[in-house]
């Protein structure tokens, strides 16, 4: 459990306001956003009051950019990477409209022919919507990849897509675990059928990075996307890996910084918390994905032992599959019936996604690993991170059998059945 | 009243965000819900509002963190489009002028959203309606004549009404309007809605040509049976309507012309004068009447018109109702209210009207 301080902002002229934390919120929404962890706010809060523009001569410049530097080492070193492989950006979302976009447009200037992009069918809409920009607007020609009823994408597919004509392709992008699912992909593999041609390869690592592995070397991708707000530092700041020699025309153009293809002043605490959470959440990796994984189980089981209808999407529990992802469908129940009524006894998950008015709509990974409209509608994703506890999994296991109960009796009325 | 579970509908206007506010300070648990009613809530309208863009949403969940409540969105667009559009443009292609608010108030809000939040465990659903309703479920005017909703409510049945709460009904708008500014909500000053939500342009003639296409037809002089001129599309057209005839000359007798029917069989739309427009007597059917023999009381037959002294008398299951004055600008389609003072008595869908 984790109590949580809601901060209101201050009317002008007004006083500062704070609501006291609701005493018991289970969030189970880890992979949404996860709680700054206090070595990232150490590290974030020593540097915010420190003046210093990373691009300036003087001492104060001098020192922001040591913080920089240090921290993209730090990062490098967690990740598999050489520090200049680091471009430090605004979040995930900016690292993936620059990997496809910049690949694109670098390809494409190299080679015209080269317009087809391959993107698996249960990307995160950063990658999704971004290549669907550029065919709709560039010229570019957006395929996605099938994935199976686990939602993987067999490098036979992807070897099949690429052998259709392979001088097209501009690039490939396969994220390396899916964010509502958290089904791993095999991106070594997937890298290397994309090299056999030449072709370029980007992975979305910003759910995998921190619950698993994630060595840039050893995934053998060119191309790779981080975001700090996943692992425990601030929103706001992410990364993009691009391997030496691989082009990326930039998004910004301005002061040059970041090898030039990222310009904009360098955000010091950001990186620097962003650093101090990779360690934190590195060092603890070993322990801590057996301990999730482990939860996470015993969550799935007692889940389905309460709601004996319920199904887990995705890939079975063990090294396919992000340790803190549970998935599940509850048929004949919409999903942000669910969630509304767990929301009012405390307990804090997701539906798939929301359109920016906030309507829930049935989640493109389910229907693209071939579930139906309504599986896709009643599924919640639980997901567990650093702070949850087996008394997070025995809170939502009290509550989830009326509410799935009550549920169901407002599906029925909307014409889902059960079943 | 004791601790209720309580659901709000919060459109994103003045009225709701005060209602929700009120059933607060009375004590109850409220949720807040926003009818996502248009499949492509993107489409934010200028100049307008009504209840499907972005900015209502927003200004929904924005009131809703002020008062402190949980806030969600549910979506209604397929359910509002086959029960509130598909009727509305079937019932103009039949040569009716539908209500959609009070289609929406039937089918969407006190049908669809009020059966859910019943299921998930709600014991009542608050809406912003100007309208008052006793203990007893008696539905009664608003104190503000002005902004009086009831006669949109008036063909609800009382199973619906019985877990509605409308908690402006005893106050104005002007006193709502201060009130949602003492509490800090910024929609305290929105402009009211008024026109239809889904016809962003406000051009009903237009959306309906969109969507039924040109239907061709004459415009007829009632008296004399001569052809005045040609229309694309009788749908365009409403009962008492006087204006954008597109008649090139004067009548000779040199009074202004006016729709007196729409015959959509034959796409004619008949004309003539204002002495033709008076309507002495109705059929209403869809009735809510929980009376019996012929009961004297007053009707509303608009939904900004007055009311005129009426019998009524049920026959199976239609109204007959005999008005002790001439009504204009009604038309089939259109709801008929029936009042004794204040109350609510019953009402229904006019089915037909004759002189
Ligand atoms: C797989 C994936 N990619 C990209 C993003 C976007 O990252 P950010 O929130 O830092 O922009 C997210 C987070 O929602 C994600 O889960």
Redesign the interface.
């Known amino acids: 459990m984790r109590g949580r301080v809601r901060a209101v902002v201050p009317?002008p002229g007004g006083a500062p306001e704070w609501?006291l934390p609701s005493t018991d919120v289970t969030y189970l929404d880890h992979a949404a956003t996860t709680p700054m962890r206090p070595e990232a706010v150490a590290a974030f809060t020593a540097v915010l009051t420190d003046a210093g523009n990373a691009s300036s001569l003087h001492a104060g410049g001098r020192r922001a950019r040591r913080i920089v530097e240090e921290s993209r080492e730090s990062l490098a070193e967690v990740l598999g990477a050489r520090p200049s492989d680091l471009i430090f950006t605004a979040g995930g979302t900016e690292s993936d409209n620059l990997a496809i976009k910049g690949l694109y447009w670098s390809r494409r200037a190299a080679d015209p022919r080269r317009r087809r992009i391959l993107v698996s069918a249960v990307e995160h809409p950063a990658v999704l919507d971004t290549a669907s920009w550029l065919a709709r607007r560039q010229g570019a020609v957006l395929e996605t990849l099938p994935v199976d009823e686990t939602g993987l994408v067999a490098p036979e597919v992807l070897r099949a897509a690429v052998e259709s004509d392979p001088a097209s392709v501009a690039l490939v992008s396969v994220m390396w675990a899916n964010s509502e699912v958290g089904t791993i992909q095999p991106v070594a593999e997937l890298a290397r059928v994309a090299h056999a041609r030449d072709i370029p390869f980007h992975t979305d690592a910003v759910q995998a990075f921190g619950q698993i592995e994630t060595s840039f070397a050893a995934s053998e991708a060119d191309a790779l996307t981080i975001s700090a707000h996943k692992i425990g530092g601030p929103v706001g700041v992410g990364a993009l890996l691009v391997r030496r020699g691989v082009e990326v025309e930039p998004l910004a153009h301005g002061g040059g910084q970041e090898r030039d293809v990222r310009s904009g002043t360098l955000n010091t605490p950001g990186v620097a918390a962003f650093a101090a959470a990779a360690a934190a959440v590195t060092a603890e990796l070993p322990a801590e994905r057996v301990r999730l994984a482990s939860l996470r189980d015993d969550l799935v089981r007692r889940v389905l032992a309460e709601v004996p209808g319920a199904t887990l999407n995705g890939a079975a529990p063990g090294a396919g599959r992000l340790p803190g992802n549970a998935h599940l469908t509850f048929p004949g129940c919409e999903g942000?019936?669910l969630?509304?009524?767990l929301?009012?006894h405390g307990v804090e998950c997701s539906t798939g996604s929301?359109?920016?008015?906030?309507?829930?709509r049935p989640s493109h990974v389910l229907l693209a690993m071939g579930a139906g409209e309504a599986h896709a509608r009643g599924s919640l994703r639980f997901s567990l991170g650093h702070g949850s506890s087996a008394a997070d999994v025995d809170a939502l296991v009290a509550v989830i059998g009326p509410v799935v109960a009550?549920?169901s009796?407002?599906g029925?009325?909307?014409g889902l059945s059960a079943g | 009243m004791s601790r209720m579970r309580v659901l709000a509908a919060m459109s994103g206007g003045v009225d709701s965000a005060v209602a929700a506010a009120r059933a607060v300070d009375a004590g109850h648990d409220v949720?807040g819900v926003?009818l996502?009613l248009s499949r492509s809530?993107?489409s934010d309208r200028v100049g307008a509002r009504g209840c499907c863009t972005?900015e209502d949403?927003r200004d929904a969940?924005r009131a809703a963190d002020v008062l402190?409540i949980?806030f969600?969105?549910?979506?209604l667009?397929e359910r509002f489009e086959t029960e509130v559009i598909d009727e509305f443009v079937a019932d103009y292609s039949a040569g009716r002028t539908p209500n959609p608010c009070v289609r929406c108030n039937e089918r969407i809000k006190f049908a669809?959203v009020l059966?859910?939040a019943l299921?998930?465990?709600f014991d009542a659903v608050v809406t912003g309606h100007h309208a008052r309703l006793d203990e007893d479920g008696t539905l009664r005017r608003s104190v503000d004549p002005a902004k009086d909703q009831s006669y949109v409510l008036g063909t609800l049945r009382p199973e619906q009404l019985a877990a509605a709460r409308f908690p402006l009904g005893d106050s104005t708008k002007a006193q709502v309007r201060e009130e949602a500014a003492r509490r800090?909500l910024a929609v305290a000053d929105k402009p009211d809605s008024h026109d239809i939500c889904f016809v962003a342009s406000g051009d009903t003639g237009a959306w309906l040509r969109e969507r039924l296409g040109p239907r061709p037809g004459p415009v007829v002089d009632a008296e004399t049976g001569e052809t005045l001129g040609e229309h694309d599309g009788a749908y365009a057209f409403t009962v008492g309507q006087r204006r954008g005839l597109g008649l090139g000359r004067p009548a000779p007798d040199g009074r202004p012309r006016y729709v007196l029917e729409i015959s959509p069989a034959t796409s004619t739309v008949t004309v003539g004068p204002s002495s033709a427009l008076d309507m002495r007597s109705l059929v209403a059917e869809r009735m809510v009447w929980p009376h019996d023999g012929p009961v004297s009381c007053t009707a509303q037959v608009r939904a900004h018109g007055g009311v005129v002294p009426a019998v009524v008398t049920a026959r199976g299951d239609e109204l007959d109702v005999r008005l002790a004055e001439p009504v204009r600008g009604t038309a089939a389609g259109q709801a008929v209210v029936f009042y004794d003072g204040d109350r609510v008595l019953g009402g229904g869908r006019i089915r037909s009207l004759a002189a």
Do not use: I
């Open positions: 009317r609501q942000d019936s969630l509304m009524l929301d009012a929301a359109c920016s008015a906030g309507v829930a009550r549920a009796r407002a029925e009325l909307a | 949720t926003h996502a809530p993107a972005l949403a969940r402190g949980p969600y969105v549910w979506d667009a669809a059966e859910k299921a998930l465990g800090g």
